[in-house]
Each structure stands twice: as C-alpha cells, then as structure tokens.
Nanobody
Framework: VQLQASGGGSVQAGGSLRLSCVAS????????MGWFRQAPGKEREFVAT????????YYADFVRGRFIISRDNAGNTVYLQMNALKPEDTALYYC???????????????WGRGTLVTVSS
C-alpha cells in the first residue's frame, strides 16, 4: 500500500491542525493505520493508531485528549485531528500501515513521507 500524508503547517500554541493520509493500492482500507512523529534530534515515536474498521483506537499518553485519529474507508483516508497544540508537538508526522493493531513501529510495513508540523509559542 502507498501512503501520502498532508496537512502539516505552522500554527501557534493552542491552535489546531488536521493531518490527512491517503492510502492507495490493493485492499488499502483493510490495514491498521497509525501516525508517528519525529522531532528534531529525537527518535521517531508512536502517536496514534486505528483499526481497519475503526472499532479501536490507541493513543500515546502525551496526545490523549488532544488528538483524535479517525478514518474514512470509502475515501481510503486516515485523519489526525490535532487540538491544543504545544511547541513540543513540533515534528515530522508520518502515517504508516500494518496488518495488526500495534503501537510498535517496527511492525508497520508501509510508510508515507512525513508532513511537517511546527508549533510556535
């Protein structure tokens, strides 16, 4: 499956952004989809994931209550609504796909190019 993320940009602290990730390829809407991020000088980390039928979602503690992951299988698109953004949310955000619900990035087999989110104080 091929993934294309978009929606990044620059916002002030407290603002919101919505990231999108369009999947294409065979059975693209049957994958578990996740969002990860990599801040400058730091390792890539898990943000959120959603099962193929949206029955379950999982979040990193540092975004729970602020970010919402959702998907539109008809449009093969996964979203990450980011609210109450903080400067520490500044990072390159990646979407990824896997066959099993997991927060372990090593198990994600397809990755999109990142979209940059910059939050200023």
């Amino acid at each position: 499956v091929q993934l294309q993320a978009s929606g990044g940009g620059s916002v002030q602290a407290g603002g919101s952004l919505r990231l999108s990730c369009v999947a294409s390829g065979h059975m693209a809407n049957r994958y578990v989809m996740g969002w990860f991020r990599q801040a400058p000088g730091k390792e890539r980390e898990f943000v959120a994931t959603v099962t193929f039928n949206s029955a379950a979602t999982y979040y990193a503690d540092f975004v729970r209550g602020r970010f919402i992951i959702s998907r539109d299988n008809a449009g093969n698109t996964v979203y990450l609504q980011m609210n109450a953004l903080k400067p520490e949310d500044t990072a390159l955000y990646y979407c990824a796909a896997t066959n099993v619900p997991t927060t372990d990035q090593r198990k994600y087999t397809s990755w999109g190019r990142g979209t940059l989110v910059t939050v200023s104080s």
